[in-house]
Nanobody
Framework: QVKLVESGGGLVQPGGSLTLSCEAS????????MNWYRQAPGKERELVAT????????NYADSVKGRFIISRNDSKKTLYLQMSSLKPEDTAVYYC???????????WGQGTQVTVSS
């Protein structure tokens, strides 16, 4: 059975920080490209960050560059998203995704809510 379980979301003030985690099981984690997506109310789901299977290459959406850091620990089968200088527009449900290639949808977690508000 495949599982992706996100955690670490919550309420934070603008300018604050949060770190999200995604614990994986049931597949060969080290062989998959991992992604963080987010979806805000009334908005389309957007790709936030990507880390390749070797962990040596990372890509970020322009809206989060310089503020978010994606990382992975293959021994622990866990994906992370370190978020700093948070803005109200970062408010969304954040999802982790595991994808063997760009032509399939892959596996998805249940999501974790991040709310940035004064």
């Amino acid at each position: 059975q495949v599982k992706l379980v996100e955690s670490g979301g919550g309420l934070v003030q603008p300018g604050g920080s949060l770190t999200l985690s995604c614990e994986a099981s049931g597949f060969i984690f080290s062989a998959y490209v991992m992604n963080w997506y987010r979806q805000a109310p009334g908005k389309e789901r957007e790709l936030v960050a990507t880390i390749i299977n070797t962990g040596t290459r990372k890509n970020y959406a322009d809206s989060v560059k310089g503020r978010f850091i994606i990382s992975r620990n293959d021994s622990k089968k866990t994906l992370y998203l370190q978020m700093s200088s948070l803005k109200p527009e970062d408010t969304a449900v954040y999802y982790c995704n595991a994808r063997p290639n760009s032509y399939v949808d892959g596996y998805w977690g249940q999501g974790t809510q991040v709310t940035v508000s004064s």
